[in-house]
Structure formats: C-alpha cells, structure tokens
C-alpha cells in the first residue's frame, strides 16, 4: 500500500485526492513514498520537500492569474517528482510534470452518497413537476436574481420549493456573501417532496471553464431531471462525461448563448414554457436512472485512475 506523509503544514484533507482511496498515512517523511501537500496557501509549499510529492488542487481550475499558486510553484525545484492532481491541467504553473485531471466532485457525490452514505439519496420520484431551486451564495447572478424571477411568477411559484443551503431560508438571509456550505449534509426530504432540480452553478458570467459541482451531482444522485444555469456550452460537455439533458421536453438552447443576461432571461422563458406542460414525471425516469449509472460508473473510474497514478 502507498505510504503517505501529510505535510504538517501544507495539507488539507478536504482537498486531498487521497481521501477517496485506500492509503496508508505514515508520521514522517523519511517513511513515505509520498509527501501530500493539498492547500490554497500563498506560501512556497514545496520548500524542502525531498520526496515525491503528492499535490491535490482539487477544488477549482488553476487559473493563470492565481498570485497564490504562482508563489506556491515559484518553490519547486527542477530535481522535486511531483504529481499533480487537478481539475484542470497546470501546465502553465509546472510544465512537463506529471498532471492527473480528475472530477473531484464527482468523485466526492460518489463517495459521500453512495459509499459513506452520509446523506439519503431518492430512489424514485413520482408525478406532476414540482420544482427544487437549492442556489447557494446568493451574491452571484446566476442566483438571487434567478430566484427573483421564477417567484415573481405565480403560476411557477406554486410549484418551486427553494433553499439557498439546503435548510429553508428567508428572503432577507439570501444576502449573506461570506459563508459557504460544501453541499452536505442535506435535507433529503426536499429531494422527495420535488422532482424537477434547477441547478445555479458556481460560475456564470466571467469564467467559462466547464465547472460542474455537488450542485450539479446531488441532483443527479437524487434521480432528478435538471436545468442547469451556468457558463455556455456547459450542457454539451456534461453529454461528453456520459450524462443525459432532457432536450426533448426542455428547451435546451440557452446553453449556447454567450451574453449573460440574455442566457439568465432564456433560461427562465423554458422553465415557464415548461411549467405550461402536463409532463409526468415518469417521462424522465429512465434518463435520470442512466445518469446516476454513469455518475457511480465515472467515479469508480476515477478512483482507479488515483490508485495506479500512485502506483
């Protein structure tokens, strides 16, 4: 088994890929194979470090802008192995090294949901659409505006259950920009009580990477069809991972559109037009089955591309 040595300052075990495999985790550095550093610090993390290294930035892209890990990677020397393990490549931070692009909250849903089980997961749904908006930070675009919308419209309000961090809110705490919620634990009874998710991902406007989150992955555990606000094309890279969308009763062409705004006001005119339809929700059974599969099958797929990286 590999044998790991945490950095006693440099790591994180939320943002270690490590923790989704069978390691064993060793008191010092002179027992390892590996010394894992899995931090956000501006800090020049690799000072020092004589044995590989096993580096985890596993919760947002490597973005060339980022000062934090220009410092961090300004610390490693030519003659330091290191692996990375990222969302996205780093070859503009450590060109040449060895770069493992992996979904970490795909492989973090898999792990919580269906292997610790820390939260219940809806093994079926029943119906006519009752929808569920969970938005998170309020501040971005994508969602307290978004919330404002879908309310304002009576006829689609009668029918939306919604919750900025997965415990019920008031209108007047959706202002709050500081705290964050990973996603778990969540009420899984909000999952029963609807079947139609509406995900505000985390970036919309700025970025565009392709950046799916527990978001996206809870409402796929939960068996719920989805329409996803987020940065284009985001749909079109989501079918490339295997997932299914549901185009035939959902109008799916905003996920193309550039502009923001419009992309917001496109996003919204399709969940009224589909509020309007008498859609059951066994119409969306079998798809929303085939995207858990592919979610289990995708992160099982992960986890052996962590095991033999290390081996």
Avoid at 135 to 160: M, S
Avoid at 173 to 192: F, K, R, V
């Amino acid at each position: 088994m590999v044998k790991i040595y945490r950095h006693n300052r440099f790591y994180h075990e939320f943002e270690s890929a490590t923790r989704f495999i069978d390691v064993e985790y060793v008191a010092n550095e002179t027992e390892c194979d590996y010394v894992a550093v899995a931090c956000s610090d501006n800090s020049p993390v690799f000072e020092g470090i004589t044995k590989p290294i096993l580096y985890s930035y596993i919760r947002e892209h490597p973005y060339t802008h980022d000062e934090y890990l220009q410092t961090q990677f300004e610390s490693l020397q030519a003659n330091q192995d290191i692996t990375i393990f990222s969302l996205s490549s780093f070859e503009h931070f450590a060109p040449g090294r060895k770069n493992i692009i992996i979904d970490q909250f795909e492989l973090d849903a898999y792990d919580r949901l269906f292997v610790k089980k820390e939260c219940p997961t809806v093994k079926s749904n029943f119906g006519a659409l009752k929808f569920l908006f969970l938005g998170g930070k309020a501040n971005k675009q994508n969602r307290k505006p978004l919330l404002d919308l879908l309310i304002k419209n009576d006829q689609f309000k009668q029918r939306l259950e919604w919750s900025m961090f997965g415990i019920k809110d008031h209108l007047d705490d959706i202002t709050i920009e500081d705290n964050h919620y990973i996603g778990y634990p969540y009420d899984s009874a909000l999952y029963q009580r609807t079947n139609f998710s509406i995900v505000a991902e985390t970036h919309f406007d700025g970025n565009q990477d392709f950046h799916p989150t527990e978001k996206t992955y809870r409402a796929i555990a939960n068996m719920h069809p989805f329409a996803i606000l987020t940065t284009p094309y985001f749909l079109v890279h989501l079918k490339e991972r295997g997932y299914q969308t549901f185009s035939t009763v959902f109008d799916e062409k905003y996920d193309i559109i550039k502009a923001p705004h419009n992309r917001l006001t496109n996003f919204v005119n399709a969940l009224y037009e589909l509020n309007q339809t008498d859609i059951d929700y066994r119409s969306f059974e079998n798809i929303a089955q085939n995207n858990v599969n592919t979610l289990i099958h995708n992160a099982k797929n992960t986890r052996e591309i962590i095991r033999k990286a290390l081996q």
